[in-house]
């Protein structure tokens, strides 16, 4: 890291368009990562800027407006959609606004924008167009599930939500089932028991992965374990078997979870890669061995210390 960062200016205005130290005139596009969960775990840049923004350009408009009255701010900005289906039309409009002098705060409805949610378009035609982009960071659910999973995080890949289509999603998982990096998906409650199955069967069902459901929420649950045993969880949750024959899934149905067919909440996969393993799984294995070897007899305990038995009086 480097030990000065000279010529920033780290006020809430910092953003601002207008000429610049770099001769830079015009409209500033800042990409604001907002809160995946808590509107407490907002920076206080993040609340500067949406008190003092003129135009907001947001995934769901509802949802900025609740961040900011959680936030304690009037949100003074006009505030457009910005949302996947709308995502390409509205982009010539919003870099009008930039070209003309005005700048543009682009928010999602958690996380940072572009990662999996709107926002590579504007920021291409923006970079395109010479305007100036920079990024307000903070949270992204990738590199929270990513941290706090227990697997190597020394390479990773983000594989988004998985194909749709089920020769899609069979092809893609075949092609990860030999990357050693770990992988990182989003999925839906509702398909995560067919994901998990999947993936149990592409990568194999000891391959270490872990659930992270509503992460930073309430309810914030990490479930670790053997891809097998994670689809064995993700069916009894949603009361569905997708490895089961058609006919048989009405009848694998927990009365309790089938109203929902779905496991509850936002969520996000980490599989291991192939040849890798978790600190939790080595000291899983070790501790196994170490139960082992406490249930042998006394003379294979002293082999396995190097030292001779002392025999019993």
Request: net charge neutral.
């Amino acid at each position: 890291m480097p030990e000065s960062t000279p010529d920033i200016d780290h006020g809430p205005g910092s953003a601002a368009g207008g000429e610049d130290a770099t001769g830079y005139e015009g409209g500033v596009l800042t990409l604001a990562a907002v809160p995946i969960g808590r509107p407490e775990d907002a920076s206080a840049r993040l609340a500067a800027e949406l008190a003092r923004a003129t135009l907001i350009a947001a995934e769901d408009t509802r949802r900025v407006r609740w961040l900011a009255s959680s936030l304690n701010i009037e949100l003074a900005a006009r505030v457009v959609s910005y949302y996947d289906a709308v995502e390409a039309s509205r982009t010539p409009g919003l870099l009008a606004e930039l070209e003309a002098g005005r700048d543009v705060l682009l928010v999602t409805d958690a996380g940072t924008p572009g990662i999996s949610d709107p926002g590579y378009r504007l920021v291409a035609a923006a970079a395109a167009a010479g305007v100036r982009v920079t990024a307000l960071p903070g949270p992204s659910a990738v590199t929270t599930a990513l941290a706090v999973s227990g697997l190597p995080t020394d390479r990773f890949s983000f594989e988004g939500f998985p194909p749709r289509t089920a020769g899609d999603r069979n092809r893609r998982f075949a092609e990860l089932s030999d990357d050693p990096r770990t992988q990182v998906f989003f999925e839906s409650g509702r398909r995560l028991a067919l994901t998990l199955a999947e993936l149990a069967g592409s990568h194999g069902a000891d391959r270490a992965a872990v659930v992270c459901r509503e992460l930073t929420k309430v309810h914030e649950e990490i479930k670790r374990g053997p891809l097998g045993e994670l689809a064995d969880w993700a069916a009894e949750v949603s009361g569905t078997d997708p490895r089961q024959p058609r006919a048989a899934k009405g009848k694998s149905r927990n009365k309790k979870d089938a109203s929902s067919g779905a496991v509850r909440g936002e969520i996000t996969l980490v599989v291991a890669g192939l040849g890798r393993r978790s600190r939790i799984a080595r000291d899983r294995a070790a501790r196994a061995s170490a139960r082992n070897r406490a249930g042998r007899d006394p003379a294979a305990r002293a082999r396995d210390r190097g030292g001779a038995l002392t025999p019993e009086p």
